[in-house]
């Protein structure tokens, strides 16, 4: 089976300007996620949707982040306006019936300068 | 509530020597745990995982994982480190509540293997 895919793989941008991030999870996969990992650290979630609703957010900053489900499929994070704190990679992953793993796409690494 | 604990966040062992990876957790209902790999510069991909079968779970690349509720620890070994383990490595909480599937990370541990 296809992998979950994510665009752009890189992207470099300057601080106050925006960005979007797109996700394609596993085909029949109704968890997606999106997690920040900033370098030497672990992932931090910042949002989980089941379907196209979110059932956790709490720890994504709303006043810049922002994050769509449409159809219950694919999947965009937006950050506007960037701060060089955000430098990181995203990662998107998804899972499919309850208590299976995650599979992860290859992130997308974001240098804000 | 939940959490995951990696009691190293470094840990350094020789070639061939056996390898011992420390997480312990916390959970209010009975959860899935996973270790997961992290190549520098790739993705993460799943070792292995335990949903509530078999204490001891075999992953891939020789490592291997132990459940011991009493102790509320999965620790991660491998009996004979190679060159290609050099990585970091992810502990993973999972429980359903709610709803939905929560999940919590550990912080990660780097494995160094000497030559």
């Known amino acids: 089976e296809a992998g979950v895919a994510q665009s752009p793989r890189y992207k470099i941008i300057e601080k106050r300007q925006s960005v979007a991030f797109w996700c394609n999870p596993i085909?029949?996969?109704?968890?997606l996620y999106w997690y920040q990992q900033i370098l030497g650290q672990g992932p931090k979630l910042l949002i989980q949707?089941?379907?196209?609703?979110?059932?956790?957010d709490s720890q994504l900053p709303k006043d810049r982040f922002s994050a769509e489900r449409l159809k219950g499929v694919d999947s965009t994070l937006k950050i506007q306006p960037a701060k060089l704190e955000d430098s990181a990679v995203y990662l998107c992953?998804?899972?499919?019936?309850?208590?299976?793993?995650?599979?992860f796409g290859p992130g997308t690494r974001l240098t804000v300068l | 509530a939940q959490s995951v604990t990696q009691l190293d966040s470094h840990v350094s062992v020789s070639e061939g020597t056996p390898v011992l990876l420390r997480c312990n957790y916390s959970?209010?209902?009975?959860?899935?745990l996973f270790w997961y790999v992290q190549h520098p510069n790739k993705g993460l991909q799943l070792l292995l995982k335990?949903?509530?079968?078999?204490?001891l779970v075999k992953g891939i690349n020789g490592f291997e994982a132990e459940f011991k509720k009493s102790e509320t620890s999965f620790h991660l070994t491998k009996p004979s480190a190679h060159m290609s383990d050099a990585a970091e490595y992810f502990c993973?909480?999972?429980?359903?509540?709610?709803?939905?599937?929560?999940?919590?990370f550990g912080t990660g541990t780097k494995l160094q293997v000497i030559p």
């Open positions: 992953a998804s899972s499919g019936r309850v208590l299976n793993e995650q599979f």
């Open positions: 085909s029949g996969h109704a968890t």
């Open positions: 949707f089941q379907n196209n609703g979110v059932v956790d």
């Open positions: 959970s209010s209902y009975s959860p899935s």
């Open positions: 335990y949903t509530s079968a078999a204490t």
């Open positions: 993973v909480v999972s429980v359903y509540s709610g709803g939905y599937q929560k999940v919590t």
